[in-house]
């Protein structure tokens, strides 16, 4: 398939959206990869796996609402994550 005489508006549904942003290669990539299947991407960027080891690295007792922000979670999720360790939640 020569990619270069393919334009994004030649292409079906996502994938032409897919192709307007990334560009035709990618979309091709993508349908090669993932055609058929149904795709549901998360909310959030980063793991929880993540997300807990950064929290406890970066807590510095006053900062949940920047943490926060920074991840994409919510303060109470941040609070929770801190209440299951309690070294880090006694700098509250």
């Known amino acids: 398939m020569n990619v270069e005489k393919i334009a994004p508006e030649q292409l079906n549904g996502i994938y032409r959206s897919i192709a307007e942003e990334f560009g035709v290669d990618i979309a091709l990539q993508f349908f090669q990869t993932y055609r058929g ?3 549901t991407f998360p909310m959030t960027l980063y793991s929880k796996n993540y997300i807990k080891d950064q929290i406890n ?7 949940i609402r920047e943490l926060a922000l920074k991840y994409q979670y919510s303060e109470r999720w941040l609070y ?12 509250d």
């Open 57 to 63: 690295a970066e807590y510095t007792g006053s900062n």
């Open 37 to 39: 299947l149904q795709i």
């Open 80 to 91: 929770k994550i801190l209440a299951e360790n309690p070294i880090l939640h006694a700098k």
